[in-house]
């Protein structure tokens, strides 16, 4: 009986061990785009969440019985109960939440911000396309677009004195070369020296995906050669939404020293010739000095908050979103510049001056973005968005020059020293309104925009103060005044420029059936009007009376100005008026698994300016009109139901100069002294790409191409001599070449997810270049020589990769992500084998969110997670006198430059309804 008993206990311990291993599994899906639905909720009969669909919609869980009845619920779907059977693969369809009125179909856009619909986007695309959802931006380390952008296949940034990114490089083209879109419009740059958009003014969270086009269709402004960024900002959802987030943090390197700041309170926002009639004399009390006394703080917060909210109304036809962003962050960094000269015995560089440098900034970003649209009926529809986007940005800097005397014969040891502090203040803002229609007439299609754009940059009264002094002191620590080389003195400059667009937009189509496939012609065109225009005033003073032993506080002494009208007849003084003019006819063709694109595109742009300078200057007035004719084809082969794609395609496309760098002006920068050149001519190129595409469900991809770009008249910032001055110049380089492959995949399995890129870059010109020598008779003189180099701003190799954990259940979301960026060229110089190389570097950054409850999440972010520094070389095996700095390996590279940022955290919370 005792043995029965054991055995039947046996028995039913594995029964019951059995009975509890039924599995349950499947995929939940959208019923009309077949794309995964992540974080669906499962719940029981009793109503307890018993399981989540993961990363790639698919759910798994176990329960005690062969078939259970379930309920499916998400926010964007219709709840859906339903019976499932253990150990199958149960497949569950979730229909919409779309409204409807009557026989008319409210088309609302819905899961656009997920990953799946990111895919969907690049696989349907007729042309290369990238695209980043405001899923993926959401929960990644990224609080500003520009960082958001380093995610794409294909493109690196290049940061900003405090390392933050700003400007993108696409497959290796300079940012001059690639141009920015807000829902499809092109926006006028606020920069006061280039057409490209500085993308660091964009809050991250205002965005509703990201897209990065890599070549153009006639449809498509012609005028991008690496590539297409298309910010599409919140759209209105198809129900009540309200979303919050709030957080803090700090930066590593003001935990390390102290942020240095001024009273930007006090600040004159209008120079004195702009408050006063034509003419002003200025004098000395027109100039407070508060922005020359700094202040140091220890360890200030960061502040982030965002909200969104949205609805529909009248039973569906109008829907609305208000979003805004407010970020006030503090960055900066340590810097280390060498200015080299070169040795004429062996034409390569020595050391001349060292500059160490601490930068402090504050950066407040706001933003606000409104979109409406009216549902008139099936036919028609009609939408307004508006949206204002601004940065502010207070900088300190903090720099010691050192006159290194080694390298000109004179010893070691060192010359004087320079103390030049610096303040400013920068306000940057965009606005655009646009206003747009979508209407059907048959079996023809017209949608139209009406834009206006307005961006602006101020910079108010920039003050720069110079102590030129040696390094000898008195017994009370005072530097001890040398006539011969010693002179102080501080400038005052304010620059502001505007540049206004008018734009109509107008695209027709129309679909027929031809040969037993369709065909959709295409015509229209656009109009933009813009104006821009700058000023430029400039004072300058010096110490009066010479003689004056420094204190350490400007407050402490007297001053005399120099010019006390300012700089009127600067040209930097300027307005530029541009029209543009483009029209465009194409055909798409699609017959079973090829679909075939091809048209023209002709674009004619007439622009003229008129500066201040005086008659006599080359370059005061100019005009330039030209013409461009941009033909374009594009294929596509689709394999295997369309999982499988070939792409090919072939598109011409040119980029124009800055309005900045035609005036004929010269200006003291950060590291060089600057100029413009008149005779600067437009960018033409032809671009050829190949790539095959593999997409094995809505998420997973694999995508690997190649690219191929001839380049007529590339411009580029080169080192020019003048005399005895070297100056930074844009000119164009004759002919260059741009190959490469790229490599792009997402793959997810469960909670776990993997995305990343590598891009092979190779980029071919050949310059003129100087070579310094003493000829025979021992006089120094120079020599030139042809030099084939890679283009400005290129990296060879560039990687990332970002792993992903995504637990549904219990709401927790991990991504840790790297970029690898290639050494590149940051300067070019004029003289053979001197070219200023960036390093390679890689960079990490990591992010966390978990849920709190249903309407609660917490979250973590960390930017450059090992404190990766930015550093420059020059590259040749050289005769670098090492007595300069014996801790340095000058045997294949010179080191030039070297930033270190330190790490940011931020910490927060988010509410959603």
């Not at 952008?149 to 400007?167: A, F, L, T, W």
């Not at 102590?467 to 304010?494: A, H, Q």
């Not at 620059?495 to 206004?500: H, L, T, V």
């Not at 084939?788 to 992903?804: D, M, V």
């Amino acid at each position: 009986m005792k043995r029965f008993i054991n055995v039947l206990f046996i028995f039913l311990v594995y029964f019951g061990k059995a009975k509890a291993q039924n599995v349950f599994a499947g995929l939940i899906k959208d019923a009309i785009t077949k794309m995964p639905v992540i974080s669906a909720a499962i719940l029981n009969g009793d109503g307890q969440k018993i399981a989540y669909s993961k990363l790639d919609g698919t759910f798994k869980f176990k329960a005690d019985v062969t078939d259970l009845t379930i309920k499916v619920n998400h926010p964007n779907f219709e709840a859906i109960t339903l019976n499932i059977k253990s150990n199958i693969s149960n497949v569950i369809e979730l229909n919409s939440n779309l409204e409807k009125i009557g026989a008319v179909d409210i088309n609302i856009k819905k899961g656009e911000s997920t990953e799946a619909s990111g895919r969907f986007t690049e696989k349907v695309s007729m042309n290369l396309r990238n695209v980043i959802s405001s899923q993926e931006i959401e929960i990644s380390p990224d609080i500003t677009v520009a960082n958001v952008i380093q995610r794409v296949s294909g493109v690196s940034i290049e940061r900003n004195d405090n390392g933050d990114g700003q400007h993108a490089i696409v497959r290796g083209m300079d940012k001059r070369y690639n141009y920015t879109l807000v829902n499809g419009i092109k926006i006028p740059s606020p920069d006061n020296k280039n057409r490209y958009v500085p993308l660091d003014i964009f809050p991250s969270d205002l965005l509703d995906r990201l897209e990065v086009s890599k070549a153009l269709t006639p449809k498509m402004e012609g005028d991008a050669i690496g590539g297409v960024i298309d910010m599409k900002l919140k759209d209105a959802p198809n129900r009540f939404t309200l979303n919050v987030n709030a957080g803090t943090g700090y930066s590593q390197l003001f935990i390390d020293r102290p942020y240095r700041a001024f009273d930007a309170s006090q600040v004159s926002l209008k120079s004195p010739a702009s408050l006063n009639p034509a003419g002003y004399q200025a004098t000395e009390a027109d100039f407070p000095m508060s922005n020359l006394t700094f202040t140091d703080v220890q360890a200030p917060l960061n502040q982030l908050f965002g909200m969104s909210v949205g609805n529909r109304f009248l039973g569906g036809k109008l829907g609305g979103i208000v979003a805004l962003s407010y970020q006030n962050t503090y960055r900066g960094s340590n810097s280390m510049f060498m200015s080299t000269f070169i040795q004429p015995e062996t034409n390569t560089p020595y050391y001349e001056i060292l500059q160490l440098r601490k930068f402090s900034a504050q950066q407040q970003r706001s933003g606000i973005h409104t979109k409406w649209d009216y549902k008139i009926n099936r036919q028609h529809e009609l939408s307004f968005y508006s949206a204002y986007i601004s940065l502010v940005d207070r900088q300190t800097r903090d720099r010691t020059d050192t006159i290194l005397k080694i390298g000109r014969g004179q010893g070691p040891g060192t010359g004087r020293v320079e103390l030049r502090n610096r303040s400013r203040q920068q306000f940057q803002n965009i606005y655009n309104a646009t206003l747009q229609g979508k209407h059907l007439f048959g079996d023809l299609k017209t949608d139209w925009s009406l834009v206006y754009s307005l961006a602006q940059q101020d910079n108010p009264d920039m003050a720069q103060f110079a102590l030129l002094t040696s390094v000898s002191k008195d017994t009370l620590g005072n530097f001890i005044d040398d006539p011969d080389v010693i002179d102080r003195d501080f400038t005052r400059r304010w620059i502001n420029n505007s540049d206004q667009d008018l734009a109509v937009y107008l695209n027709n189509s129309y679909l027929m059936d031809l040969a037993g496939g369709d065909m959709e012609w295409s015509a229209g065109g656009l109009y933009r009007h813009k104006e821009r225009t700058h000023h430029f005033t400039s004072y300058l003073f010096n110490n009066f009376p010479v003689g004056q032993l420094w204190t350490g506080d400007v407050n402490n002494h007297t001053w005399k100005l120099r010019n006390s009208i300012g700089t009127p007849r600067d040209p930097l003084n300027y307005d530029c008026n541009e029209d543009i003019l483009a029209l465009y006819a194409m055909g798409k063709y699609t017959l079973r698994q090829w679909e075939i694109l091809g048209g023209v595109r002709i674009e004619n742009t007439a622009f003229s300016w008129v500066t201040q300078a005086p008659t006599n200057v080359a370059g005061r007035t100019g005009a330039k009109s030209y013409s461009d004719v941009l033909p374009s084809v594009h294929a596509k082969y689709k394999i295997n139901n369309g999982k499988t794609q070939l792409r090919s395609s072939y598109f011409a496309s040119i980029s124009r100069p800055s309005f900045y760098e035609v005036i004929p002006y010269e200006i003291n920068e950060e590291d060089f002294r600057e100029r413009g050149n008149p005779f600067i001519e437009r960018t033409q190129a032809h671009n050829i790409d190949l790539r095959f595409e593999h997409f094995s469900n809505a998420l997973n991809k694999i995508m690997a191409g190649v690219f191929y770009k001839i380049i007529n008249n590339p411009i580029e910032n080169a080192l020019v001599i003048d005399g005895q001055t070297i100056f930074a110049q844009p000119n164009n380089f004759g002919t260059a070449t741009n190959y490469g492959f790229e490599f792009d995949m997402a793959y997810y399995l469960g909670n776990f997810g993997v995305r990343g890129f590598y891009t092979f870059t190779q980029s071919e010109i050949t310059t003129t270049k100087l070579v310094k020598f003493r000829n025979s008779a021992g006089n120094l003189t120079e020599r030139s020589e042809e030099q084939t180099r890679p283009l400005q701003g290129q990296s060879k190799h560039i990687f990332n990769a970002s792993l992903l954990y995504k637990n549904a259940k219990k709401g927790t979301d991990v991504q840790l992500s790297g970029v690898y960026t290639g050494q590149r060229i940051i300067s070019v110089s004029p003289y053979k084998d001197n070219d200023v190389w960036q390093r390679a570097f890689f960079i990490v950054d990591f992010s966390v969110e978990q849920r709190i409850n249903a309407r609660f999440t917490a979250y973590i972010k960390v930017n450059n997670l090992l404190n990766t520094p930015l550093r420059a070389d020059i590259l040749l095996p050289n005769t670098f006198n090492p007595e300069q700095a014996p801790y340095l390996d000058a045997s294949n590279s010179v080191l030039v430059r070297e930033d270190l940022y330190g790490q940011t955290y931020f910490g927060g919370i988010k509410f959603k309804f």
